[in-house]
């Protein structure tokens, strides 16, 4: 007899097309009948609250006082929460805000019981090859979701393990049909067997056990009342199945007896059953590039400076930095940070960004002011302190500003020797600006911010110091303007469009037209990129650019300005009337010393319904592409094989392959290769008629949320058909990017910690007698120049360092985004306690030795590693 699991529960999307608000007073009532069911009737034994425990915190916002009541419903087993904070998205959030959801998740769930330790993502669009190791890092050996498999996988069923490269290994009980086959059950028997005749025969068909999962809820619904009334009549209906209420651990206790399931690997996004929307990526493109630029400086910056603070004397804040990552994790549900969601949503989204920003950067200056303030050093000059906060030295060129009265002023280190520098602009600033207590006192004699530069090393995980002194030689302007550029690597020219031409001297190579710009365009919405059919797409070859370029003996700027003409909107665009402009500043920093080449790109959008790439050919006719997910690397072809069957297996989205990465994206052959690194845009494709250019969403604009029919999305419309005016990004938006140029291979360079040096640039504070937030002195002393701990080889890539949220230890962890094993060695400056390797819920698992502060650990290839010591 056939075992029919029923499992109640409700999705809860906190916003989508309704505001978070509007949800909450769902919440409340829907609650009070979850619980006054669970409470009142015995035989009604769970009910599953979604797997997240931000649908708690809303509503204890509302309701503390049934904390109790929930506490001993948790308790009992019989409402199930946890294990994340919100449904995590799995391709453009990344991997630190992934483990930090489980890690807050979980860590809630403690004050009212047991979490369902099962990783249950039912909407997310596609699944990560990394999310078996991340839940493995939580003892989670479970996985539920819905999206992204289908036979070419490598099963027809909907029962398997799910392997990551590294030997992670999860059980998945997949929803074939979705998470919601079983809402609002009707009790008119028809209609009742009509739908489940339906349901049943896929459901028969993909399972490996007598049992299958009919999930009884829906998106916001409340409590189906009647289930035991539904359950009565499928009974009757069905007598060779027996139906019952249940939960999700008890099938997979069934799925486990089955010792012949099989075993895949990957990522899954084919949209053959379910649309996972590969073009999402670039949806709302201001709100996806400040998560990114956020994420990368909670994890780069503020908690590797935390930390050194931490290891000097002074606090670890966790009760600033937890709301800071929870205030980024309520963005990153599937719809959220997809940007699939109404206007009044995305301004919520957006305004959550700005607070969780300026919550991130006012600490960072904190603890960079606290730390310079403290140094044990009877100089009174003013001081700059550079903070590294990766674990090797590093020698850079140098930007920041010195503030002050001094007309002239030297820079000179601890030991008093001068430290050569440029000045590239200086600029008035009004005293009131820096503490309005000295215009008070009636002293508006002006400061002046000079922006200078200097080239030198700065310790490991660290930080040096040069102090400002006064001076009596005049301080001159050091650029001067040039007609192209030259560097150690390259010969960097710029055409009269706007693009560039660049010459690797190593690899004795030319590659030209880098940055043509590409215009289309998107007849499509939220979810998705759609075409014109046959539409001739726009370049910016014929542009006539603005081309200025300044250089000192440290680095050289470009700036290219230009406005590129195009269709106002859809309407225009399909009788090619080009009418409207996009006005594109690109500003591009190359330094002389190494071969990363920084790129801006400000960019005001006065047309609608289009789409605006960047393109950097590379000569490279590479089957694949390689970009990061979290904690490693991933190959992807650049032509999806199943572009020759989708229409007629009748996928229900094209597989397009247009692809998410996190920080960067490359082609390579075995000789040298070409990489995008990104603070902002995360989607890529490779294109060309030899599959040979890298193209960079820059952004896309659309004002729909859903669409029905489109060329590349069939069918019925994703969400709903709700005006979206807003996401046509009318305006100012700002990407981020460099460029790289490497010998060997994509892999092999590691470009992943190439990309890592990028995100995580040097660190500057600027203490001067002055500031409006006064702070008494510290108790602490800290020393001029500081280094906390140091890698021994190069290879991992760190991705954070922080405190332990449950005692005085510290975590570091580091992946291995290589082709091959390598062995990570650290040296601590301070003597080491215990030191012991750790899962990603920060539980040791085992000691590691230790010889003279060092530790080491092997690390294969896509796996990640977090080690605990104090």
């Known amino acids: 007899m056939k075992k029919v699991h029923i499992v109640p529960h409700m999705h809860w999307d906190r916003e989508w097309y309704f505001s978070t608000e509007e949800s909450r007073i769902l919440l409340v009532n829907n609650m009070e009948e979850i ?39 948790v308790q009992s087993g019989k409402l199930i929460i946890g294990p994340w904070y919100t449904q ?106 009509e739908r489940m005749d339906k349901y049943f025969a896929v459901l028969d068909r993909g399972a490996t056990t007598e049992n299958v999962i009919l999930p009884n809820g829906h998106d916001q619904m409340p409590i189906q009342k009647n289930i035991f009334s539904i359950i009565e009549k499928l009974q009757n209906l069905y007598p060779d199945r027996e139906f019952f209420l249940s939960r999700y651990e008890n099938i997979f206790a069934e799925l486990e007896k089955n010792h012949h399931l099989p075993t895949l690997k990957g990522e899954f996004l084919d949209g053959k059953y379910s649309r996972v929307h590969r073009s999402i990526y670039s949806t709302r493109m201001d709100i996806k590039a400040a998560n990114t630029r956020i994420e990368n400086k909670i994890t780069n910056i503020l908690e590797p400076l935390a930390s050194l603070a931490y290891s000097l004397g002074f606090d670890y804040h966790h009760g600033l930095l937890e709301p800071i990552w929870k205030e980024i994790m309520k963005n990153h549900a599937h719809d959220s940070i997809g940007c699939c969601c ?68 030297t820079l000179t280190d601890e030991n008093s020797s001068p430290v050569d520098f440029e000045v590239l602009d200086r600029e008035i600033m009004d ?38 002194e006064e001076d009596d030689q005049e301080l001159r302007i050091a650029s001067s303007r040039t007609d192209n550029v030259e560097t150690d690597d390259y010969m960097i020219t710029v055409n009269s469009n706007g693009t560039l031409n660049i010459f690797d001297k190593r690899l004795k190579k030319n590659f030209e037209n880098v940055f043509l710009l590409e ?59 080009v009418n409207s402009s996009v006005d594109v500043h690109i500003t591009l920093t190359v330094p002389r010393h190494k071969p990363v080449i920084e790129v801006v790109f400000d960019i005001d959008n006065h047309a ?56 960067f994206a490359g082609l390579s052959n075995e000789e040298h290769g070409v990489s995008v690194l990104t603070n902002s845009s995360r989607e890529f494709e490779i294109v060309g008629n030899q599959y040979d250019t890298i193209a960079i969403t820059l952004f896309r604009s659309v004002g729909v949320l859903g669409k029905e029919n489109m060329l590349r999305r069939p069918g019925r419309p994703s969400g709903i058909k709700l005006p979206t005016p807003d996401s046509q990004l009318l305006g100012k938006v700002q990407l ?121 650990t092997v690390v294969q290839p896509n796996q990640v590693k977090t080690i605990l010591f104090h």
């Open 608 to 663: 609608k319904d289009h789409r605006l790439r960047a393109l950097v050919p590379t000569g490279i006719a590479s089957s694949f592409s390689v970009s990061d997910n979290q904690f490693g690397t991933i190959k992807r072809d650049v032509v999806d094989p199943a572009m020759d069957i989708w229409q007629q297996e009748d996928w229900d989205e094209r597989p397009d392959s247009i692809y998410p990465m996190l920080s």
């Open 431 to 468: 005293p009131g600006l820096i503490d309005r207590q000295i215009v008070h006192y009636g002293n508006y004699d002006p400061f002046i911010k000079y922006t200078v530069q200097l080239k030198d090393r700065i310790p490991a995980l660290g930080y040096k110091t040069y102090f400002v």
């Open 35 to 73: 619980m006054e069911m669970l409470e009142n009737h015995p035989d009604y034994p769970y009910y599953v609250l979604d797997g997240q425990t931000a649908i708690l915190e809303d509503y204890f916002a509302i309701k503390p006082e049934n904390k109790e009541r929930v506490r001993k419903l």
């Open 88 to 193: 995590t998205d799995e391709m453009v959030v990344g991997g630190e805000s992934i483990v930090r959801n489980l890690l807050y998740g979980l860590k809630d769930c403690e004050e009212f019981g047991s979490p369902m330790k099962i990783g249950y993502l039912p909407d997310s669009f596609g699944q990560s090859s990394q999310v078996p190791q991340i839940l493995n890092g939580f003892d989670i050996k479970y996985s539920i979701f819905w999206r992204g498999t289908s036979e070419r996988h490598g099963t027809d069923k909907t029962e398997f393990y799910w392997e990551g490269d590294e030997g992670s290994r999860v059980l998945v009980q997949l929803f074939p049909l979705g998470y919601a086959i079983g809402k609002y059950l009707p009790e008119d028997e028809e209609k009742l067997q």
């Open 342 to 409: 109404s206007d009044k949503v995305h301004q919520e989204i957006y305004n959550r960004f700005f607070l969780a920003e300026e919550r991130v950067d006012q600490l960072i200056h904190f603890y960079k002011r606290r730390i310079t303030d403290a140094m044990d050093t009877k100089r009174e000059n003013d001081r700059l302190c550079a903070f590294n906060l990766l674990p090797y030295e590093r020698e850079e060129v140098l930007t920041t500003t010195v503030i002050t009265k001094l007309k002239s002023f």
């Open 736 to 856: 981020d990017l460099a460029l790289v140029i490497h010998p060997e291979s994509t892999l092999k360079a590691n470009v992943a910690r190439v990309a890592k040096e990028y995100l995580t640039p040097v660190q500057f504070y600027n203490k001067i007698p002055f500031n409006a937030m006064k702070l008494n002195d510290s108790q602490v002393k800290t020393p001029i120049s500081y280094s906390f701990l140091e890698e021994e080889q190069p290879g991992a890539i760190m991705s954070t360092l922080k405190k332990a949220e449950k005692e005085d230890r510290y975590v570091l962890r580091f992946y291995n985004g290589a082709h091959q094993e390598l062995t990570a060695s650290f040296h601590a400056r301070h003597p080491l306690d215990r030191v012991q390797l750790a899962n990603l819920n920060e539980q040791p698992l085992e000691d590691n030795e230790v010889q003279n502060n060092r530790f080491e």
């Open 519 to 577: 215009d289309g365009g998107d007849d499509g919405d939220e979810y998705d990129f759609s075409p014109l059919p046959d539409e001739k797409r726009i370049y910016s070859k014929d542009v006539q650019a603005d081309i200025e370029i300044k250089q000192n003996q440290f680095n050289s700027v470009i700036s290219i300005q230009y406005s590129l003409p195009v269709p106002e909107d859809l309407n225009e665009r399909k009788v090619q009337k």
